[in-house]
């Protein structure tokens, strides 16, 4: 390490991740009810939008969601899919429940184990088209894994996000 580099700093955690929504109902609903997460206080921020918290041993991460304001771009309309975001990576627990959620939601999903390791992932799209992973350690999961069916197998560049088809949560 160089001289100039011994000062200490490090990244030491995730702070918040930024999604830019044109349906904020819908996108509130998939992060409450398909993810589970709760809102959390929100500053009076002069735009519509939520945070929501992720729990964690160390304190809260924190989704924040945009609906309307400068945050959106001079258009004022948030253009689909994750951008030069590829995905947003969860840390989670409840493999299987989350397979019927999705299911239950008739959300489409995709799933993959990490060769060599216990880690297993679920990909789903929220209804802006941010791409979620969900990464589970087999060994902490209160289920075994099931089989992965064909249709929901993970392939590296695949965007299985539909606009149209995508479901309303109720």
């Known amino acids: 390490m160089s001289e100039a580099d011994s000062d200490l700093c490090a990244v030491t955690g995730l702070f918040h991740v930024l999604v830019k929504t044109n349906d904020f109902e819908k996108t509130i609903r998939f992060y409450r009810k398909v993810l589970g997460l709760r809102e959390a206080p929100r500053p009076a921020m002069g735009n519509k939008g939520a945070w929501l918290a992720v729990s964690t041993p160390i304190g809260e991460q924190i989704i924040h969601v945009w609906a309307e304001g ?17 995905h947003v990576s969860l840390v989670a627990v409840g493999h299987e429940a989350f397979r019927r959620r999705f299911k239950r939601h008739g959300l489409p999903w995709r799933e993959f184990m990490i060769p060599g390791t216990t880690l297993w992932q679920l990909f789903v799209y929220d209804p ?13 999961e209160p ?28």
């Open 143 to 170: 289920e075994p894994h099931g089989p992965i069916a064909p249709e929901n197998a993970y392939k590296v560049g695949e965007d299985f996000f539909n606009l149209e088809t995508y479901p309303s949560l109720d």
């Open 70 to 86: 400068a945050g959106m771009g001079p258009t004022g309309v948030s253009p689909y899919g994750t951008g030069t975001i590829d």
């Open 128 to 140: 802006s088209g941010v791409q979620i992973e969900l990464t589970f350690d087999a060994d902490g």
